[in-house]
């Protein structure tokens, strides 16, 4: 009767580990969690490091968008900003409560909670994070006013690009040349090629929306135009003047370097926000004592999201009574009964939160350098920009081979990118 049992479960046990491997796979981590006790989720491979880039790219491609959505509605961008700060809020606390508090906290990474109770000793990352949080904060408030000036795939290859020629060799020199120099910068060179792109891309387009507007027949045209703003084409010049009309940032007549200056500075901005981020997690410069542990990727995504809220809510509070650009004043009060569009700006902020912590998780992975891969978001900002907005429709020749160009080049420089990406030891 033993050895009938034992046989049987022999036989199951080999039947498990052989059919087709499954089994084999799934047993293993199994056996791991029982021994040593479950552990907190972190990526380690190379193949999931991907998948959280290819996430991040969409998230992030996406939520500017839905702020060129609600400015082309008219709504006021410290309205739509308020409303996204608070959802990009909670998603830095959703990764924070869940993955950063799965499994036991050990000495060498303690969960989210244990780390918030060690601020006394793990300050220095922390000031890491919040400094990544301040930049990113100031990076996104300039990008809402360089989106209505200068388009909504414009100003994302601007910033991505100024984001990786900077941002990606700070983090290379940052991790310890993880990641394969000899690919990593050739495609840092295709990212600048296509800023150069982006710019005669802006200038050209604008070139075309110029001679739609000198092709209305008078000024009463250019002020109540020919259609009604339910007949209005894409790319007409009655389209741009209903546009110009509905939006809340009133763009004719500007200087069409106003959108491209702040886009750039947006860029240095966002350069920043990463390696910061990466000296948080990592301690390159070796700020903590011995012995304490370092940031956990979901505890810096914390502290670097509260600092990127609160100057967010301080700023923008400040424009309701002091705006930007011409436009209208408002008032907290004004905000508040402001449900137009409140839907869409909270969307914004989860897309853009969640895309944060998922470069962040990707990044801690295959090297923050690599990460900067999601910087190809213009790619998805540009197929939005055509799709909902009728961006680059009925513009010259010119315009469309300089945009086939830059999105060219932007392909091939995030091919070259993640296939430079390392394994952090």
């Given at each position: 009767m033993l050895k009938s049992i034992w046989f049987s479960g022999f036989v199951l046990q080999k039947?498990?580990?052989?059919?087709?491997?499954?089994?084999?796979?799934i047993t293993l981590p199994i056996e791991k969690i029982v021994s040593g006790g479950l552990k907190m989720y972190l990526v380690e491979s190379k193949g999931g490091a991907i998948i959280c880039m290819l996430l991040s790219l969409f998230f992030l491609g996406t939520w500017p968008a839905i702020f060129t959505l609600l400015e082309r509605r008219g709504r006021l961008p410290q309205h739509t900003y308020l409303d996204y700060s608070i959802t990009n809020l909670l998603a830095a606390l959703f990764f924070a409560l869940t993955f950063g508090e799965i499994g036991k906290s050990t000495p060498e990474k303690p969960n989210f909670i244990t780390q918030l109770s060690q601020l006394s000793e793990n300050w220095p990352s922390v000031m890491f994070a919040v400094g990544g949080g301040v930049v990113l904060s100031i990076g996104n408030?300039?990008?809402?006013?360089?989106?209505?000036?200068?388009?909504?795939?414009?100003?994302?290859?601007?910033?991505?690009?100024?984001?990786?020629?900077?941002?990606?060799?700070?983090?290379?020199?940052?991790?310890?040349?993880?990641?394969?120099?000899?690919?990593?910068?050739?495609?840092?060179?295709?990212?600048?090629?296509?800023?150069?792109?982006?710019?005669?891309?802006?200038?050209?387009?604008?070139?075309?929306?110029?001679?739609k507007l000198r092709s209305l027949s008078s000024t009463e045209d250019l002020e109540t135009g020919n259609d009604t703003a339910d007949n209005v084409k894409f790319g007409t010049a009655d389209f741009l003047v209903e546009l110009e009309k509905r939006r809340a940032?009133?763009?004719?007549?500007?200087?069409?370097?106003?959108?491209?200056?702040?886009?750039?500075?947006?860029?240095?901005?966002?350069?920043?926000?990463?390696?910061?981020?990466?000296?948080?997690?990592?301690?390159?410069?070796?700020?903590?004592?011995?012995?304490?542990?370092?940031?956990?990727?979901?505890?810096?995504?914390?502290?670097?999201?509260?600092?990127?809220?609160?100057?967010?809510?301080?700023?923008?509070?400040?424009?309701?009574?002091?705006?930007?650009?011409?436009?209208?004043?408002?008032?907290?009060?004004?905000?508040?009964?402001?449900?137009?569009?409140?839907?869409?700006?909270?969307?914004?902020?989860?897309?853009?939160?969640?895309?944060?912590?998922?470069?962040?998780?990707?990044?801690?992975?295959?090297?923050?350098?690599?990460?900067?891969a999601v910087q190809a978001l213009p790619l998805v900002s540009t197929f939005w920009g055509i799709v909902l907005f009728g961006d680059y429709q009925r513009s010259s020749r010119r315009t469309y081979v300089l945009l086939a160009s830059m999105l060219l080049m932007f392909i091939v420089a995030v091919a070259i990118l993640m296939a430079s990406a390392g394994h952090r030891k």
């Open positions: 039947l498990n580990m052989e059919f087709l491997g499954i089994p084999t796979l408030l300039c990008t809402q006013y360089a989106l209505a000036f200068a388009g909504l795939s414009v100003t994302e290859v601007i910033t991505a690009s100024m984001t990786v020629l900077i941002g990606t060799t700070l983090n290379y020199f940052l991790d310890e040349k993880i990641n394969k120099a000899e690919i990593l910068f050739p495609g840092v060179g295709c990212f600048l090629i296509a800023v150069c792109l982006a710019s005669a891309v802006h200038s050209s387009n604008t070139a075309d929306n110029i001679a940032i009133k763009v004719f007549g500007k200087s069409t370097l106003s959108g491209l200056s702040i886009a750039f500075f947006a860029g240095v901005c966002f350069s920043l926000f990463s390696p910061a981020f990466n000296l948080a997690t990592n301690d390159q410069w070796h700020a903590l004592k011995k012995g304490v542990a370092k940031l956990v990727v979901y505890t810096a995504f914390f502290w670097f999201s509260i600092s990127c809220f609160a100057l967010a809510i301080i700023l923008n509070v400040i424009f309701l009574y002091r705006p930007l650009l011409n436009l209208p004043r408002s008032s907290v009060k004004s905000y508040l009964k402001d449900w137009n569009g409140r839907g869409w700006a909270f969307l914004a902020g989860l897309l853009c939160g969640f895309g944060n912590g998922l470069q962040f998780m990707g990044g801690e992975a295959a090297g923050y350098a690599a990460a900067d």
